[in-house]
């Protein structure tokens, strides 16, 4: 298993990214349980979030996150896996 940094982009919806938020966070969380997830959350101004997925393959770590609301309603307008190799510091999980 390898770790990925998943980009997402939102489309420019605040209204809609705040009325899915709840659940796609609910699902983040699940992840998160599984370990499938090991960090989540937005970037600067929040038209963007970083992900970092386990997987075998970018595409898995896509794969992995096709069940998230956001995806589902198409709030985000683009998603973006690249592997991350990490080597200063440990990521506990990965």
């Known amino acids: 298993m ?3 940094a998943v980009q997402y982009t939102y489309i420019d919806d605040a ?3 705040a009325t899915f938020r709840p659940e796609h966070r609910e ?3 699940e992840l998160l349980r599984e370990g499938t997830l090991l960090l989540s959350g937005p970037l600067d101004d929040g038209s963007e979030a970083l992900l970092i997925v386990v997987a075998d393959s970018a595409e898995e770590a896509l794969a992995k996150l096709d069940g998230d609301p ?3 309603e198409r709030v985000i307008a683009d ?3 690249r592997e991350w190799k990490v080597v200063i ?3 506990h999980g990965a």
Do not use: I
Request: no cysteine; aromatic share 12%.
């Open 27 to 29: 699902h983040l969380a």
């Open 15 to 17: 209204q809609r990214l």
């Open 89 to 91: 510091g440990e990521l």
């Open 70 to 72: 956001f995806k589902r």
């Open 2 to 4: 390898a770790v990925f």
């Open 79 to 81: 998603r973006v896996a």
